[in-house]
């Protein structure tokens, strides 16, 4: 579930903000105008800090496991046909020879759908990845946007995915949107780490 940890709240470019701050600035009257406040969050740490993530984590890794077992598993037995019939060509009729060719064939196919149902672009993995990363994004998302409401914050960021080159400690929020999403999820964070 590398997307789990890789899921951010939606981007702004900085272009973006940028031309937003520009044209703030360049408005008539631009004097009167109130001051953009701005934030941001490393969705990256959020991710790692966060135990909800975490947990969402292990279940989609115990989820892979499983899935991978009975795939190596199924693989095993494909093996373990192609050699029997391997082994037995000589002694087999013509008719035997067919009919365990032909159930070879039907596992294989077999073992295809089962790999495309799993592994696929729409196979149950990726819904599974998909799943979490939305209740995880959701949870993220929800609290960052109650910070910047409670604390008037116009714009906040992901440092994350490079909008943010240089910010003074001061408007990082990561600590503080981690600490709320731990404590509504029962746990108490492991430590605070450094943003950009």
């Known amino acids: 579930m590398n997307r789990l940890a890789r899921a951010r709240a939606p981007r702004a470019s900085l272009l973006a903000v940028l031309t937003a701050c520009t044209l703030a600035a360049a408005w008539p009257g631009a004097a009167q105008a109130q001051i ?16 909800y993530a975490k947990d969402a984590q292990a279940r989609f890794s115990r989820e892979i496991d499983a899935w ?6 199924r693989r095993k037995a494909i093996d373990q046909q192609r050699a029997d019939l391997k082994e037995q060509t000589l002694a087999l009729s ?3 020879r067919l009919e365990k060719e032909s159930a070879l064939q039907k596992t294989l196919a077999d073992y295809d759908q089962f790999v495309q149902a799993f592994w696929g672009p729409r196979g149950r993995a990726t819904e599974l990845n998909e799943q979490l990363t939305a209740d995880v994004i959701q949870r993220v998302r929800t609290v960052v946007e ?16 490079g909008n943010v080159i240089f910010a003074v400690k001061s408007l990082d929020l990561t600590d503080r949107v981690l600490d709320i999403l731990n404590r509504e999820a029962g746990t108490t964070p492991a430590s605070g780490g450094t943003s950009p």
């Open 68 to 73: 991978r077992a009975e795939s190596d598993d």
């Open 146 to 161: 109650r910070v910047a409401r409670d604390d008037s914050y116009d714009l906040v960021l992901d440092a994350a995915d």
């Open 94 to 96: 013509e008719e035997k």
């Open 36 to 51: 953009l406040k701005i934030g941001y969050v490393d969705s990256v740490r959020i991710f790692a800090g966060y135990s």
